[in-house]
């Protein structure tokens, strides 16, 4: 436990950078999902859940706007208004006020 501690002060005081993990996991239908955050294409929120649109599907969360938001950041993601973030990479373009995306699933 003492060198646990010592590892963990040294760590904390000498600002390391901790890595971000390249997924996070959704409450969905009961079930714990993993989902790549490369996979996401667009998350909406929706009154108590979220819509996740990824490559591989939808899935409809009972986590929070701020749970995702945390792993959904620039510069691979853009919040657009108060419940929706956009993957720049699924952009095709702008029309007015309104973000025209591509979805695509894999099947």
Request: hydrophobic fraction near 40%; aromatic fraction near 12%; charged fraction near 20%.
């Amino acid at each position: 436990y003492e060198i646990f501690l010592t590892t963990i002060i040294r760590l904390t005081t000498n600002n390391i950078p901790v890595p971000k993990p390249d997924y996070f996991f959704i409450s969905s239908d009961k079930k714990i999902i993993k989902i790549n955050i490369k996979d996401v294409i667009h998350v909406m929120g929706q009154q108590n859940f979220l819509g996740i649109t990824c490559i591989n599907g939808y899935y409809l969360s009972t986590n929070t706007f701020k749970e995702i938001e945390e792993y959904l950041t620039e510069p691979n993601f853009i919040r657009v208004n108060k419940s929706h973030i956009i993957a720049f990479s699924s952009i095709l373009c702008l029309e007015g006020n309104d973000v025209r995306i591509l979805i695509e699933f894999k099947g």
